[in-house]
């Protein structure tokens, strides 16, 4: 089984930036996708990017393209997700999400995924 722990979570001003991590606490050796998703208040959980463990392929939501950034450590066993350009639409809780078998590219709903972390919730000011 895959566990998931987030970190780096916080409150930053708009137009900040802030780096979230999910460490696996297992061996990721069979992980294909890991993702970051999110939930505001009211809201239905949302992608937010993915990224294909073995070769780094990513997708973006439309809302984070150009914004966002994320990458993985194999060594670390770690998937990071780079947050510039902070607005306050993008407050929510955060959740790492991983995916162990394969897709046909990169999978985007929350249901393509398996195992989660717990969420870290992120707030942006005005």
């Known amino acids: 089984q895959v566990q998931l722990v987030e970190s780096g979570g916080g409150l930053v001003q708009a137009g900040g930036s802030l780096r979230l991590s999910c460490a696996a606490s297992e061996r990721t050796g069979s992980t294909y996708a890991v993702g970051w998703f999110r939930q505001a208040p009211g809201k239905e959980r949302e992608i937010v990017a993915t990224?294909?463990?073995?070769?780094?392929?990513?997708y973006y939501a439309d809302s984070v393209k150009g914004r966002f950034t994320i990458s993985r450590d194999k060594v670390r066993d770690t998937v990071y997700l780079q947050m510039n350009s902070l607005a306050p639409e993008d407050t929510a809780v955060y959740y790492c999400a991983a995916r162990t078998s394969t897709f046909a590219t990169l999978p985007t709903r929350a249901g393509d995924y398996a195992y989660w972390g717990q969420g870290i919730q992120v707030t942006i000011s005005s």
């Open positions: 990224i294909r463990w073995s070769i780094g392929t990513a």
